[in-house]
């Protein structure tokens, strides 16, 4: 079993910054793209940014240039830096991993429970 977990959420003044980490657990034999995505009061879930294994990354338009995710494989994490954060980035922030087993190699996508960012006008 696999587990993505979540931290770093919270309330952030308009203009403001927080830096959101996810740590993945269990059963691991290697992690492929890991992502990042949001719910926003009253909508669908987002993606927000994406880095492949590689390193290439990719945002949804409305954060290019304010967020940065990055990843640190042998820790099996993935980090998401957001500055000038606007009351519209407010959510629920989820990671997103696809990791393949080292107990059957089989390839599946996790996703955390998620942390709350709020941010203040």
């Known amino acids: 079993q696999v587990q993505l977990v979540e931290s770093g959420g919270g309330l952030v003044q308009a203009g403001g910054s927080l830096s959101l980490s996810c740590v993945a657990s269990?059963?691991?034999?290697?992690?492929?793209?890991m992502a990042w995505h949001r719910r926003s009061h009253g909508s669908q879930r987002e993606m927000v940014a994406i880095i492949e294994r590689g390193g290439t990354t990719n945002y949804v338009d409305s954060v290019a240039g304010r967020f940065t995710i990055t990843r640190d494989d042998a820790k099996k994490k993935v980090y998401l830096q957001m500055n000038n954060l606007k009351p519209e980035d407010t959510g629920v922030y989820y990671c997103n991993a696809d990791v393949r087993s080292s107990i059957d190699q089989w390839l599946r996508n996790y996703w955390g429970q998620g942390t709350q960012v709020t941010v203040s006008s």
């Open positions: 269990g059963a691991i034999a290697s992690i492929g793209n």
